[in-house]
């Protein structure tokens, strides 16, 4: 039976938030959405009935409070930083940006749609890779400046997918985006990945989530109830690792990247509605080749 995953969830959060927010960027990542879960089989159909009408939205308002309260406004907040800081990398000059785990997100189209000189490069797994593609295509939002390399994070690397790219300038200054998507790997993933992309790219920020602790050292959100970890583990996700914000800065430096800001969740203007996800950028640093 096809299973409803993550990057379905993270789609379906797209389309409801568009019900309440008409910015563009925001509309325009709401159509991808709709897309890309019209192609994800009968679950990703299932969501997008319950969230086109009031009694399935509210189911999904009474799930998301079963389950994890505030997730949905907690993926906005974290959005909100995420291309906010992309932006800001454009504007000092990035060339390339490359998206890990990008699932069903228009990011990439987002930043390719204000600064006309960037190339994009997203990895993603195949089958939401063929997914993608076939969205882009049915709302004529290709773009010959995104491309989609189908490649398991675990077990291929980075730096040798994306040097396969045509296109691909590891001298170009880039911008490396890993939203939602470095908890799933091991911690010895983890760093194969970021050192591979530290000693392959010659200049590069880092833009990046990473779960944070819970009060019993589980990686998770601070509000998520103890069925959310059984559900990840049925879904072949699971969270695999976590780090407390004072650990955070020695973890990343092992894997050959320099902290240099961390999304303030309790910040009085703008606090996440639902702690446990670091938002942070950095610097990955050039290091020898492992
Ligand atoms: C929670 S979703 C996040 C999607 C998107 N980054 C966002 O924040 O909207 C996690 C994504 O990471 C991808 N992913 C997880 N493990 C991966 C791996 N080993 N290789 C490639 N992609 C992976 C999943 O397929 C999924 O699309």
Redesign the pocket.
């Known amino acids: 039976m096809e299973r409803t ?3 379905m969830l ?1 789609a379906a959060a797209a389309v409801r938030q568009a019900r309440r927010d008409g910015d563009a960027a925001v509309q325009a990542n709401a159509r991808l959405a709709r897309a890309c879960l019209r192609g994800c089989g009968a679950p990703g159909r299932r969501l997008l009935f319950a969230l086109d009408h009031a009694p399935g939205r509210w189911l999904l308002a009474a799930l998301e409070a079963a389950y994890l309260p505030g997730i949905g406004a907690h ?1 906005a907040w974290r ?1 909100r930083h995420i291309r906010r800081w992309a932006l800001q990398a454009c504007a000092d000059g990035a060339r390339q940006v490359v ?7 228009g990011l990439a189209l987002a930043l390719l749609a204000q600064a006309p000189e960037l190339r994009a490069f997203e ?3 195949e089958r ?1 890779v063929a997914i993608k593609r076939a969205a882009l295509r049915e709302i004529g939002a290709e773009d010959p400046r995104l491309s989609l390399i189908a ?4 077990h291929t690397p980075a730096a040798m997918a994306l040097r396969a790219a045509p296109g691909f300038d590891p001298a170009a200054k880039t911008v490396v985006i890993a ?3 470095l908890m ?2 091991s911690p010895e993933e983890l760093q194969r990945l970021l050192r591979g992309l530290a000693a392959t790219l010659a200049d590069a920020r880092l833009i990046a989530t990473a779960m944070a602790l819970r009060a019993d050292a589980t990686p998770g959100f601070a509000r998520q109830r103890p069925w959310v970890q059984r559900w990840l583990r049925r879904a072949g ?1 699971p969270f695999r690792w976590g780090a407390s914000r004072a650990c955070l800065p020695a973890l990343l430096h092992a894997a050959d990247v320099r902290l240099e800001r961390v999304a303030d969740p309790q910040a009085p203007a703008d606090p996440d509605p639902s702690p446990g996800e670091w938002v942070f950028a950095g610097s990955l640093l050039r290091a020898p080749a492992p």
């Open positions: 995953s993550t990057s993270l993926y959005k998206v890990l785990g990008a699932g069903f997100d990895i993603e797994r939401a490649a398991d994070l675990a939203e939602g998507v799933y790997l996700e």
